[in-house]
Each structure stands twice: as C-alpha cells, then as structure tokens.
C-alpha cells in the first residue's frame, strides 16, 4: 500500500501521478495508474487527459464502484466511457470550469506545455482542485510552470518533477515558490516510473527550500 502524505485528508500516491485522497466524504482518484487490488471505493474520479498513463482502463474499473462519478476533458470522455464508466455519470470538463461532482467541490485548470509539444494547450487538458476535509488540494496534471498553475490558491499541491513531458524539479520548485499565498504542503509527482528518476523528488525540495522564505513541507512518495 502505498505511503499515506498527509492527514485530513490523507493522500498518498500509488505510481507515477496517481493520486489517491480520502476524506470524510469519500475518496476521490486522480489519474489511477498501475493499481493492483484496489478496493473499489472511489465516489470520484478525474481524469486530466487520454495519455496511457493518465487513462488507465483496467485502474479504473479497480477504482470504481457501483455509485463513482468520472470527470475528463472532452476529448477523454469517449475513452473513459469505453473503460467502463457509465455515461450518465461522466462529467466533461473544460479549463476555467467549476463543478460540483459526487458531493465534492472541483475547479478545472488549464494544463499545457510551453516549450515543448507533448501537451498542446489546444487540447484543454486539465488539472483539478478538489476540496476534502477542509482543504483545497490542487493536482496540477501534465503541466508546465504556466500563469494559470501559478494563479491556484490551494494547500497542497501534487506537482510533477520529472521532466521530459512537463516541469523539471528546478521549474516545479519555481511554480510552488511562485503561488501566492504557497501552499502549505508540496507533494512531487510524475517521476520515478514514466519520466524522470527517484532523486528527483529530493531535487525538488532541495530547489524549493532555496526559493521560499517560508516553510513549505515536502512529502515523497518514494
């Protein structure tokens, strides 16, 4: 199983950018990848967009249960459906959007590239922030250091480190360092597996710590 991050509510990471959050009003997936034996207890997942590690059919059907709600970009839809998420339970998100899905408050954020062509920001991909107990949990998706990721107010942030697709550590600490108020808790994702080595996760507090004249806490997943 993997490590619990935080409390209330508690998240941990699976693999890669799967994220997992519970709470007192259920348990929400992000992007579940790579999941063996799970418990089919999710009330909510969201998907960020139709990339194999983003989307993962056989994790989905692990994840759901008989009342889950989906939510995807448009372009995802059509993929989660055929994964086996009942259409009339699938929300279709665009950047910008608030939404209200399975009793959980969710805002839409633009994910996109600038450098580089893996996530075009015509496609409207997406991050999400979700509130569970209390706080606002942003997990940022296939992303860059964009205006759109600085602007969330949140107080934890899921953000990828590992490069090649999306930010470095050195420009993930600088998009934590730039969020104004900073999150209370940065948590790296996107590495160790697809993209990007184990010690980046290290790398990233390390780059953080030297940006922020405020304690910001770093959990590793791995």
Same mark, same amino acid.
């Given at each position: 199983?993997?490590?619990?991050?935080?409390?209330?509510?508690?998240?941990?990471?699976?693999?890669?950018?799967?994220?997992?959050?519970?709470?007192?009003?259920?348990?929400?997936?992000?992007?579940?990848?790579?999941?063996?034996?799970?418990?089919?207890?999710?009330?909510?997942?969201?998907?960020?967009?139709?990339?194999?590690?983003?989307?993962?059919?056989?994790?989905?059907?692990?994840?759901?249960?008989? &009342?889950?709600?989906?939510?995807?970009? !448009? /372009?995802?839809?059509?993929? @989660? +459906? %055929? =994964?086996?998420? $009942? #259409?009339?339970?699938?929300?279709?998100?665009?950047?910008?959007?608030?939404?209200?899905?399975?009793?959980?408050?969710?805002?839409?954020?633009?994910?996109?590239?600038?450098?580089?062509?893996?996530?075009?920001?015509?496609?409207?991909?997406?991050?999400?922030?979700?509130?569970?107990?209390?706080?606002?949990?942003?997990?940022?998706?296939?992303?860059?250091?964009?205006?759109?990721?600085?602007?969330?107010?949140?107080?934890?942030?899921?953000?990828?480190? &590992?490069?090649?697709?999306?930010?470095? !550590? /050195?420009?993930?600490?600088? @998009? +934590? %360092? =730039?969020?104004? $108020? #900073?999150?209370?808790?940065?948590?790296?994702?996107?590495?160790?597996?697809?993209?990007?080595?184990?010690?980046?996760?290290?790398?990233?507090?390390?780059?953080?710590?030297?940006?922020?004249?405020?304690?910001?806490?770093?959990?590793?997943?791995?």
């Amino acid at each position: 199983m993997a490590t619990v991050l935080c409390q209330n509510p508690q998240i941990s990471i699976n693999v890669h950018s799967s994220v997992r959050i519970a709470g007192a009003a259920g348990v929400v997936y992000v992007d579940p990848f790579e999941i063996e034996n799970a418990p089919a207890d999710a009330a909510l997942v969201l998907v960020t967009h139709s990339h194999y590690d983003h989307l993962d059919p056989e994790s989905i059907r692990a994840v759901a249960a008989a &009342g889950t709600w989906f939510a995807a970009p !448009a /372009e995802s839809v059509d993929a @989660l +459906v %055929a =994964a086996g998420a $009942p #259409a009339e339970r699938v929300v279709s998100v665009s950047p910008g959007e608030s939404h209200e899905i399975a009793g959980f408050a969710v805002e839409v954020v633009a994910a996109y590239n600038l450098n580089k062509n893996f996530h075009p920001r015509d496609n409207q991909w997406v991050g999400y922030v979700v509130e569970s107990d209390g706080r606002r949990v942003y997990v940022c998706g296939d992303t860059d250091n964009t205006p759109e990721a600085r602007g969330v107010v949140c107080d934890i942030v899921c953000v990828p480190v &590992g490069g090649t697709y999306t930010t470095t !550590a /050195e420009e993930a600490a600088d @998009l +934590v %360092a =730039a969020m104004n $108020p #900073a999150p209370l808790l940065a948590i790296p994702e996107h590495y160790g597996s697809v993209a990007g080595d184990k010690a980046a996760g290290v790398r990233f507090g390390k780059e953080l710590a030297a940006r922020v004249g405020r304690a910001v806490e770093v959990a590793l997943p791995y």
